[in-house]
Structures are given as C-alpha cells and as structure tokens.
C-alpha cells in the first residue's frame, strides 16, 4: 500500500459543485500539505498543517478548505467549484525534522465543467 | 525563502552523465538545498539534500559551491527512466515547506 494514498484519482464535477478530495497516510507524520500544479507549472502550495491543531493557508488558498480529521487524515474541499480550479492536485506528508522525509501521493486529476 | 534559477530544459544521451544546474545566490544559512524530481504527472520523489559537504547516495551525487550560492545535480548514467522535471528546493530548517519554481525539463534521448 502507497505511504500516502489520494481519493479520487479522478474526478469530472459541474461547475458550483461542492467537492472533497481526501487523503490519508501511514507515514506517521505530523506535517501535511496540499498542492495544485497547473499544466505545465511547478506546484503551488493550497494549505498546510503542522498538527491536528494547526491549518494554515498557503499561497493559493482563495476557493478552498481544509480538514485535519486526525494525523493520518487531511482532505481538501471545493466549496463550490469554477473551471479555473482544473489542475492536478497533490498531497504531501513531511517529518518536523530534516531530512523532513517528504512524500508525494500519485495525484487527483480534477476537471471542472 | 531563497529564489533559484534553473535552466528550462536539457538533453543527455542515455548512458551518460547528466549535470543539471542550480542558482540560489540568496541561499541563508540554515536553508537545505533539496532536489526532487516529477516524472510525467506523477507526485514529485525525492532524490537528495544537502547543507554544506557533497553528498552522494544511490540516485545521484549533489555537488554544492563553497559560496553555496550553486549547486549541480549529478545523475552519473543517465537512463530513458530519467526523463522528468527536475526540481532545486531550498528548504529552511525552520518552516519546511517546500515551494516548487519552474524546475528544468531533463529529456534523456537514446
């Protein structure tokens, strides 16, 4: 099994659909991250948080929410979606300490109609 | 957190050295140098770090200038599996996010 598994790894939904993306790890990391990467871009960063406690907002955080569930859970919401949030969506766990231990899911490819 | 400048692309034959680039001329000095790696669409992986020394591990050998204002990734043979975006991160110790410029398009050809 992935250390850090993405629900949907599809998804096509209408504009003004409200819409979750999930994921979990194994890892046991406290450190967790959404990214969005544009075709043709590097990633950018949507939300992060350091805990179950804490949420922050990244550099594109207009549009979406978060959810720390627990430390193995943190899921991305579009509360009502526009086609300009099509991208490859991407979650991410890292260690408090370096190395950091950085580890990718495969992915959500979401399209919005 | 410190810019960098990495070319867009590069070409390397297969079986050859690939030495990809890195500008961070306002690296400080606590900020890591990371590199990871995105093939196709797939999450990016982790290929290596490092401070100050030279490193080496079994994906690749990380060159970093005395200045630490450069870096040089190494991949020693490079394969067609190679093909991928290639990413320089500076990474502070304190607030580890990693933020992803452009990166550079490596296209190894046979």
């Known amino acids: 099994d992935a250390d850090v598994t993405q629900t949907p790894r599809n998804r096509i939904t209408k504009t003004g659909k409200r819409i979750m993306l999930e994921c979990s790890q194994t890892?046991?990391?406290?450190?967790m991250y959404w990214y969005r990467q544009d075709p043709g871009l590097g990633l950018q960063l949507i939300y992060y948080?350091?805990?179950?406690?804490?949420?922050n907002k990244g550099e594109i955080s207009d549009g979406y929410s978060v959810s720390r569930q627990a430390q193995a859970k943190f899921s991305l919401s579009l509360e009502s979606a526009i086609p300009n949030q099509t991208a490859l969506y991407f979650c991410?766990?890292?260690?408090?300490?370096?190395?950091?231990?950085?580890?990718f899911g495969s992915g959500t490819r979401l399209t919005v109609v | 957190d410190a810019k960098t400048t990495q070319p867009p692309s590069m070409d390397c034959a297969e079986g050859r050295a690939a030495n990809l680039p890195c500008n961070h001329s306002?690296?400080?000095?606590?900020?890591?140098v990371y590199w990871y790696r995105q093939i196709h669409s797939q999450g990016p992986q982790y290929i290596i770090h490092?401070?100050?020394n030279n490193e080496t591990n079994e994906m690749a050998s990380l060159i970093i200038t005395e200045d630490r204002k450069s870096s040089t990734l190494i991949l020693p043979h490079a394969t067609l599996r190679d093909t991928a975006v290639y990413y320089c991160?500076?990474?502070?110790?304190?607030?580890?996010?990693?933020?992803f410029g452009g990166g550079t398009r490596l296209m190894v050809k046979p």
């Open positions: 306002t690296i400080s000095g606590n900020e890591y």
């Open positions: 490092g401070l100050k």
């Open positions: 991160i500076p990474v502070s110790g304190a607030g580890n996010m990693l933020t």
């Open positions: 890892k046991g990391h406290d450190r």
């Open positions: 948080s350091f805990d179950v406690k804490d949420i």
């Open positions: 991410a766990t890292s260690d408090n300490t370096p190395p950091y231990g950085y580890t």
